[in-house]
């Protein structure tokens, strides 16, 4: 199998995430560069017709497009550690909080990156106001959870997740590219190329984040 995917890219990071938590090692993994138009080239484009990233090709020839969709794919090919829940109420709980995370956290972040980065402007037709407001509609969502996840070790189900995945490539998503004005080391660390999970710590980095945001003061790094 190989895995087109990004180093910047929010949705390829999930898949990235998840890839390192089943210890999975028999996927190729090519980064394409954004910022050089790579996701927009006649080859990938046979791969991708919609451009997006990423993109799973199996062993086949088949493609799997979707973040959620490969991840589930995996799941079923490496069911354990398991990430999506064993038993019916498991499985609703880590999708509707995964949903939740990504409608009220992730959707409001990527707007507000989309519309106010630099970078962005040769690949979007930005709206500076609308993204400005969805970068503060993030920051209230983040004050939400701090009350709804506070004293939770997981964010559903009392274990480590899909949920918790979205929720930490959130969390970096907004503090890499949306320059807002917290400084504070990801949940995540490099091992190999591969970005994983820190998750003895991730919901104490969350709420270190979210307590902070709460407070509009300035975070400095921690471990």
């Not at 990938?44 to 990233?53: G, H, L, V």
């Not at 829940?85 to 499985?91: A, D, F, L, R, V």
């Not at 004005?181 to 979210?210: A, H, M, P, Q, Y």
Request: hydrophobic content about 40%; proline content about 4%.
């Amino acid at each position: 199998m190989k895995l087109y995917s990004s180093q910047v890219a929010p949705s390829p990071r999930k898949v990235l995430v998840f890839i390192a938590e089943k210890n999975i090692e028999n996927i190729e993994v090519e980064n394409l560069d954004i910022g050089k138009m790579d996701h927009k080239t006649p080859e990938y484009k046979k791969i991708a017709p919609n451009s997006r990233i990423p993109a799973l090709v199996l062993d086949d020839g088949q493609v799997i497009l979707e973040t959620t969709a490969i991840c589930r794919y995996l799941e079923c090919l490496y069911p354990e550690p398991n990430l999506f829940g064993k038993n019916p109420m498991e499985i609703a709980e880590i999708e509707m909080w995964y949903s939740r995370v990504s409608f009220e956290l992730m959707l409001p972040l990527m707007h507000g990156f989309r519309h106010t980065h630099p970078h962005m402007s040769a690949l979007e037709e930005q709206n500076n106001e609308f993204g400005l407001a969805q970068r503060e509609l993030a920051i209230k969502s983040l004050k939400y959870y701090e009350e709804i996840i506070k004293g939770n070790k997981f964010i559903a189900c009392d274990k480590f997740s899909y949920a918790d995945i979205q929720m930490t490539v959130s969390l970096q998503f907004l503090v890499r590219l949306n320059r807002i004005d917290i400084d504070v080391k990801s949940s995540f660390i490099k091992k190999e190329g591969t970005l994983i999970t820190k998750r003895k710590n991730i919901f104490k980095n969350i709420f270190t984040i979210l307590y902070s945001i709460s407070l509009g003061i300035n975070v400095s790094r921690f471990n």
